[in-house]
């Protein structure tokens, strides 16, 4: 038991590394890429990527008449495509850190939706504080930009908030789905992602100029097999193991590693508001997800 939870925790910290550097090649990849485009080829790859993988690990498809189709076409248009847009729409428009902060509010956005839908994860006391402090760290930062006029700003971090209320309900989706395989599901959510995405992208973006510069593309095939491709395996593996509350916390600290690299790689330098909302909503997060280990008995 105790070597299958340890596992649980090194596929939980490999995604943390994934989703938190994903931010950084979004903002490259969007230099040059509109957002909707940008889904759509991230998406495209991410198909290409998990189709070999499960040709790989022997294993097939469910029959199209099986329900999980159906449950995998609303986790892969909701809980992938549209925000996929969403935040790479806030990514050319704000810092990579700053959206990275916004998509850490997706576990207290859990945390209300699994109270209110899954028996097994009720809020407590805790939890509700938890999830108040995040909420906080969410006015602080979009407020300031309303506040000083700057709506377009204010606009991108609020699609950026928004894309992290679609994981959420993907998360609590995916736990009530139909059960197949990690590497299965992962598959059939990326592929009807991609139809969704590029549906949308045909219908309201112009085709991105051919060739497109070497760091986007490098970003957006990166995006694709790894942050979105290879790490819906573990998604998918660990919210079936361990409940969408669990699968959250992997966003504990990757908007910390997202900010690093924005700083560190981009130069980026974002203001006092988003180091307050990241220590309000970490904060929120933790109170929320992370429960407290029981006293020890007397003996």
């Not at 045909?202 to 290879?230: C, Q």
């Not at 909302?277 to 997060?285: D, E, F, H, Q, Y």
Request: with cysteine; charged share 10%; net charge positive.
């Amino acid at each position: 038991m105790q070597s299958r939870a340890a596992f649980d925790w090194v596929v939980m910290a490999v995604l943390v590394a994934i989703w938190g550097s994903g931010f950084a090649f979004l903002k490259v990849a969007t230099e040059h890429i509109d957002p909707l485009w940008t889904s759509a080829i991230r998406t495209g790859v991410a198909t290409l990527t998990l189709a070999v993988a499960l040709l790989a690990q022997g294993q097939r498809l469910p029959p199209l008449r099986h329900a999980a189709w159906r449950a995998y076409l609303f986790l892969g248009a909701v809980g992938m495509a549209i925000p996929l847009g969403f935040f790479a729409y806030a990514s050319q428009r704000t810092p990579s850190a700053v959206v990275a902060i916004c998509n850490g509010a997706s576990p207290i956005f859990t945390g209300v939706l699994a109270h209110m839908f899954l028996a097994g994860d009720r809020l407590t006391p805790r939890k509700t504080l938890g999830i108040t402090v995040g909420f906080a760290g969410l006015i602080v930062l979009v407020g300031p930009r309303l506040a000083s006029g700057a709506t377009v700003e204010a606009l991108a971090l609020s699609a950026a908030i928004f894309g992290a209320l679609l994981y959420a309900i993907s998360n609590v989706a995916t736990r009530v789905a139909p059960h197949v395989s990690a590497s299965a599901g992962a598959l059939m959510m990326v592929g009807w992602a991609f139809v969704v995405a590029l549906g949308l992208a045909i219908a309201f973006e112009a085709p991105p100029a051919w060739p497109i510069p070497a760091p986007s593309l490098a970003a957006v095939l990166i995006l694709g097999s790894v942050s979105t491709g290879l790490s819906n395996i573990g998604y998918v593996f660990l919210v079936q193991r361990r409940g969408p509350l669990f699968m959250s916390m992997s966003i504990y600290l990757a908007p910390l590693i997202a900010t690093g690299l924005g700083m560190a790689a981009l130069g980026e330098r974002p203001g006092w508001p988003a180091f307050v909302a990241l220590g309000l909503i970490l904060g929120g997060v933790a109170l929320a997800t992370i429960a407290p280990r029981p006293a020890a008995e007397p003996a």
